[in-house]
């Protein structure tokens, strides 16, 4: 079955609120973990994940940063209005770019309270050492592009941090705290850009990667940047319906040899943003060795070109014409978007294991694990509501060997 066909409605759960993890526990690596191997279940807890991969495996990481992507403004009148940073404007060449701009930036945003915004009105925030202003530059379809203008120097990574909030998730139904500025971030983020955590790896701490290391299990990092479409839900009877967001990857040439070099020893992906990533370059390749150059410019895979391009490249050649591509046009990293989908229907080209949350039900996450293990998903949720886990970003997690 082609997914475009798939019904949103074969992938739904019933989520009790009380299941929702509304707050991290106490340490990060104490977490639950839920193996499923090859049908198989077994328990155990998340600072004990090395036991449960093999030596010689290289373990890939999202190194993304979330941004306080949140902006509350105040009317004169007393009303609020919010604006939520969704990802830069395409004059910007990457998102590193756009972040690091001086005294203006525009963004593409949604806005809380978007009736009360009249056209003209300039709204303000107050800082000790800056002022910073909003205005509409135009209106798009489901999002506003708004201009952000500063009386400082500080680049616009530097200004949210000071006017933001952290974009915690809305199912979460509370603001953010003091403590979810560290807790709602991996210990090894970096790069700024998401506006969400890649919520798998805010299990992992420094002694969960001295274990790996000292079991001889490699880490290699890649960025993909979060969009808030990742909390979006499929509104459609069926997937053809669906238009799949798109996120930005930046991957560097040398972590892309050390994919090559674990091919066969094995890939482990923390995260469906990692996974979605790694899949991606394997169909970059596969573009370049059939003589398709992919756009770079736009995106570089879209959600249905995993199920309509025709290849037989395995894993390592497609890898290597990718870094050889770049490598021959003077290039150290890639940087473009991915609009892929992975459901089920797709076989996975470089990700051999994954370490996930447990998703929203009708989510294209929850499709992405039902493409890793079938059916077996409802095996593996149903156990998890009826053992007691925590659901969703601060939630528990799984390792799933196919």
């Known amino acids: 079955m082609h997914p475009k066909d798939l019904k949103i409605e074969d992938y739904t759960y019933t989520l009790p609120d009380e299941r929702i993890a509304k707050y991290p526990l106490a340490e990060r690596d104490a977490s639950k973990l839920l193996i499923w191997n090859k049908g198989q279940l077994h328990e155990d807890v ?23 992507a949140r902006l509350l403004f105040k009317k004169e009148t007393g009303g609020l209005i919010e604006v939520f940073c969704l990802e830069p404007h395409e004059q910007y060449s990457d998102v590193q770019t756009a972040m690091l701009q001086t005294q203006r930036v525009l963004w593409k945003c ?40 500063w009386d ?29 500025e560290e807790r709602y971030q991996t210990i090894y983020a ?23 290391r000292e079991k001889a299990i490699d880490t290699a990092f890649v960025n993909l940047h979060v969009g808030a479409g990742t909390f979006m839900p499929v509104k459609s009877d069926t997937m053809q319906g669906h238009t799949m967001h798109a996120e930005w990857i930046h991957v560097d040439v040398d972590t892309i040899k050390q994919l090559i070099a674990h091919i066969d020893t094995g890939i482990v992906a923390v995260g469906t ?19 398709i150059v992919p756009d770079f410019d736009g995106y570089a895979v879209t959600q249905w070109d995993p199920y309509e391009m025709e290849t037989d490249a395995d894993a390592k050649t497609a890898l290597q014409a990718l870094g050889d591509y770049l490598l021959q046009n003077k290039q150290s990293s890639l940087v473009t978007k991915t609009q892929i989908l992975i459901a089920p229907g797709y076989k996975n080209k470089v990700v051999r294991g994954l370490a996930t949350n447990f998703h929203q039900p009708q989510s294209t996450l929850l499709l992405l694990v039902a493409s890793m293990i079938g059916d077996d998903w409802r095996k593996l949720y149903d156990y998890a509501l009826q053992h007691d886990y925590r659901f969703l970003s601060y939630g528990d997690g799984c390792l799933l060997w196919p």
């Open 46 to 68: 998340y600072r004990n994940i090395a036991e449960h991969i093999p030596g010689g495996t290289l373990m890939v990481f999202n190194r993304t940063k979330v941004v306080q």
């Open 110 to 149: 949604i806005i809380g309270g978007a009736s009360k915004w009249k056209h003209g009105l300039v709204l303000e925030q107050q800082h000790d050492t800056f002022t910073l202003k909003a205005s509409i530059n135009e209106r798009g379809e489901g999002y506003f592009t708004i201009e952000l203008v």
């Open 152 to 180: 400082t120097d500080r680049s616009f990574a530097e200004v949210l941090h000071i006017a933001g909030k952290v974009p915690l998730p809305p199912y979460l139904h509370r603001d953010a705290e003091v403590g979810d």
């Open 190 to 212: 970096k790069n700024e850009g998401s506006v969400a955590a890649p919520t798998a790896g805010l299990h992992f701490t420094e002694r969960i990667m001295n274990n790996l």
């Open 273 to 291: 943003t990692t996974m979605r990533t790694l899949e991606s370059l394997y169909w970059i390749g596969a573009k370049l060795l059939n003589h």
